[in-house]
């Protein structure tokens, strides 16, 4: 139950994650170099300026999907005063250094300085820490159903082939399983990704194509079993076809170990996305991933920020462990002649 839990309220923040952020811009990915590496808890005054450009309000459907361009350019400033029509500001530059700078009304927001809390920081190019970890929950989450979804297809019809008609069909099948499963499934995923190019939609395909294996081996298994139960001769005795035996019939109570397994492949994805986004061929800049802001920021775990890589880190080991925990339940639960 707290898996279950903890996987509702990650999809829930996946799915609201620009009305959530702090940062609502595309891939929460408003730069600001001055205060690059900042601490958990920092706080700056900034002065909003508007945009040389007209930018047109976006819709809820379009922050939903994909957030909305700032209207404004974020100013870090130090002290401010205002004096008639304008404001007299101490530009932020460093710790100590600050630069004297004037801007007409006409040029600011209507509430033209604000206060920003960073809860987590800022990355090295003054990024919000908290809110590229809330857009990241999209990728990590989009590439696990993703996943499970191309592996369980493969792997549910080629299980089903092998073990329903045995024969050389399984022969054929197994030498295949076999020959993928030789192969170490991150070195596949390496010759999948630059084969593909490195991208988002590329990492899903990888991930999904390695990891069928696991999922066919388990409905073969399955299948083997299930052919030779009473209700399978009744369906053959009724003169249905081999098609409709195996997914009418035989699929409908072979889905509990299904289930199982899909759990733990969805947490072997979002662990495999992260490593691949670690090492550079997974999500490209400056779509927020984990694994590539642990990489982005691994450097402040020994320097004065540890925190920029170790939060991705934990965020990972949740929902890791959440996925986890909900496919031992769902074993346990599903699992009726072992309660008996």
């Known amino acids: 139950m707290f898996g279950l839990v903890v996987i509702c309220i990650t999809i829930i923040v996946a799915v609201f994650a620009y009305f959530i952020a702090p940062d609502s811009t595309p891939y929460a990915n408003r ?9 958990p808890g920092y706080k700056q005054t900034f002065l909003k300026i508007k945009n040389s450009r007209q930018i047109e309000p976006a819709s809820f459907f379009t922050r939903l999907l994909s957030g909305s361009e700032d209207q404004y350019t974020y100013l870090p400033v130090s002290d401010h005063e205002t004096k008639g029509d304008s404001i007299i500001v101490q530009k932020y530059i460093d710790e100590g250094l ?8 006409s040029r600011l927001a209507e509430k033209p300085v604000v206060t920003r809390k960073f809860l987590l920081g800022t990355d090295k190019y003054g990024r919000d820490i908290l809110s590229r970890l809330i857009i990241g929950t999209r990728v990590s989450l989009s590439v696990g159903l993703i996943t499970v979804v191309i592996s369980l297809s493969i792997g549910l019809v080629l ?12 022969d054929i099948i197994m030498w295949l399983i076999n020959v993928i499963w030789s192969i170490p499934t991150l070195l596949l995923v390496f010759a999948i990704t ?22 066919a081996r388990l409905v073969r298994g399955q299948v083997l079993s299930a052919r030779e139960l009473e209700y399978v001769e009744a369906t053959r005795a009724l003169g249905f076809s081999d098609f409709r035996i195996v997914v009418r019939h ?39 991933s984990w694994g590539l802001m642990i990489k982005e920021n691994y450097n402040f775990i020994i320097t004065q920020n540890p925190m920029l890589a170790l939060a991705p880190g934990f965020a990972i080991m949740l929902l890791v462990l959440a996925f986890n925990l909900l496919g031992n339940g769902l074993r346990d639960a599903l699992n009726v002649r072992g309660r008996i």
């Open 250 to 288: 035989i699929w409908p109570n072979i889905m509990g170990p299904v289930m199982v397994i899909a759990a733990s492949n969805f947490a072997s994805a979002i662990v495999i996305e992260a490593g691949l986004s670690f090492l550079g061929v997974g999500v490209q800049q400056p779509q927020p």
């Open 31 to 39: 730069i600001i170099l001055e205060i690059g590496g900042k601490k």
């Open 98 to 105: 600050s630069e004297r700078q004037a801007y007409h009304l």
């Open 194 to 215: 630059l084969a593909l190019g490195k991208g988002f939609w590329q990492v899903f395909i990888a991930v999904g194509i390695t990891m069928w294996v696991n999922v």
């Open 159 to 170: 299980g089903s082939l092998a073990g329903y008609f045995r024969g050389t069909t399984d």
